[in-house]
């Protein structure tokens, strides 16, 4: 509960901060509300819409309304998705209003003592330090591979976890060995015609947890014709700082980024993770206050590149040949992939491109899964809500393979599988892993 005294601290932090002229360009048209997920989950309430949370903010900074549990509460509900902002014809930009009302709010609260430690462990503790990283999934790995994890199965020791997590936990993938985790490379040469010089931002879960995906964005890359640097200096994107109110954290760690990408003389920056590579792209905003920061931020952005994007833009589909067996592939957008990065044709040029798969599109493939970072954690009923049409839409293309461009998507449509039964029927796939299995790499 937040106190009177913390709550007119935040009505002036408010006033200070936030960006009246990004709240009044808001016109209240309601294009935005067919297109945000918690509005329509909700029963259309106007609170949990785009437009409704961008008229409390106004409130707040005039005054008219306290930032009560009830505004907190409207603010945590929203996925963060973004999926209003492409819609918005005055060009709003929603989710740099939501990050810094986020970012108010948990600077002048005072949290539990559970939430602090929780908060602190894994927003500074954590995900800063790439070798506590591989330490913490190191971890879960002995657990795969020990055999707690077929006892605690046995014994039933997960129904004590809350169902959604309980599903979670089947559908992890495997972790790799300590020794695969620390032995990355930071060079590799092109094994085609050389095409570009790019950098590689690893990132911090997909290093460890998905470290087959990011070997095989590598490969592909290199069969494109690119030549890799992957810095050893890089870190975190601070994306999951940026959303939960953490963002001078998520500052120092652009900055980090920045500096370790800057004098490599590259073409390009590749991600191959849509949330990691939607917060790269806007550091240029994140650090704009900033006079010594904010033209190197612009400088490292305008280099940011989806994997899917370089592939084609470098003819890689029609370079090499590609094919699969007989299978139905629908597609999944990564919301901040398509509605951030701009990218949504690539990937689809990428898997139409499979001789012996049928391509078909999914209703609404560009609607919020639920995952939205740890949303699926901290908000799992309105997550699962979300999960559940997503998979009825799935379901409905007839396809044997999701594909996603998103670590946190592609857990989250695998557990749409296990949830409905269907993981006899059905998987999920990275796209990168569809192509290095269709190009046999």
């Known amino acids: ?16 901060r936030m960006n009246e ?33 961008i008229a409390l903010m106004k409130a707040v900074v005039d005054g008219l309304i306290e930032p009560d549990e009830d505004f907190e509460r409207s603010l945590e509900l929203c996925l963060g ?22 970012d108010i709010i948990n600077q002048n609260k005072k949290h539990s003592l559970p939430a602090r430690v929780v908060r ?7 995900f800063p330090h790439q070798n506590r990283m591989r ?97 050893k200096r890089q870190t975190c994107c601070g994306a999951l700082h940026g959303h939960s109110g953490e963002k001078q954290a998520a500052k120092d760690l652009a900055k980090r980024n920045i500096m370790a990408f800057e004098d490599l003389d590259v073409d390009y920056i590749i991600t191959n993770a849509g949330g990691c590579g939607a917060f790269l792209i806007d550091y240029d905003h994140l650090l ?5 920061w904010k033209d190197r931020a612009k400088d490292f952005k305008e280099k940011i590149k989806d994997i899917s994007e370089i592939l084609v833009a470098v003819g890689f589909h029609k370079k090499v040949k590609l094919g699969l067996p007989a299978q139905v592939i629908t597609y999944q957008d990564s919301c901040h992939l398509r509605n951030v990065m701009k990218t949504a044709s690539a990937p689809r040029i990428l898997i139409q491109a499979i001789a012996g798969v049928e391509y078909k599109e999914m209703k609404e493939a560009d609607r919020c899964c639920g995952s939205a970072g740890i949303y699926n954690i901290v908000e799992s009923e309105m997550s699962m809500v979300m999960l559940d049409y997503k998979m009825a839409q799935a379901k409905a293309t007839h396809a044997t393979t999701i594909v996603t461009a998103n670590p ?34």
């Open 408 to 441: 946190g998507c592609l857990l989250q449509m695998q557990l749409g599988i296990e949830r409905e039964g269907l993981s006899s029927k059905m998987r999920a796939v990275h796209i990168v892993d569809l192509l290095a299995e269709a190009s046999n790499i």
């Open 120 to 126: 602190k462990t894994v927003f500074h503790g954590l």
């Open 135 to 231: 330490q913490a999934v190191g971890l879960l790995g002995f657990y795969q591979r020990s055999g707690i994890q077929t006892i605690a199965r046995k014994i039933g020791f997960l129904g004590l976890l809350p169902e959604h997590l309980a599903t979670m936990e089947k559908v992890l993938p495997q972790v790799p060995m300590m020794k695969e985790m620390k032995n990355r490379p930071d060079y590799l040469p092109a094994i085609s015609e050389k095409v570009h010089r790019v950098a590689f931002f690893s990132g911090c879960l997909m290093d460890t947890m998905f470290l087959k995906t990011n070997d095989a964005t590598m490969k592909l890359l290199q069969k494109a014709g690119c030549e890799i640097v992957i810095p």
């Open 21 to 53: 002229d990004e709240l009044l360009n808001c016109m209240r048209c309601g294009f935005c509300l067919p297109t945000c997920p918690t509005y329509i989950e909700s029963g259309y309430k106007e609170s949990h819409s785009p437009r409704g949370r």
């Open 1 to 16: 509960m937040t106190t009177l005294m913390e709550q007119e601290k935040i009505q002036e932090q408010f006033k200070a």
């Open 81 to 102: 998705c973004r999926a209003c902002e492409p819609v918005c014809p005055s060009g709003v930009n929603y989710g740099h209003l939501l990050e810094d009302a986020r």
């Open 288 to 292: 704009k206050d900033e006079p010594d």
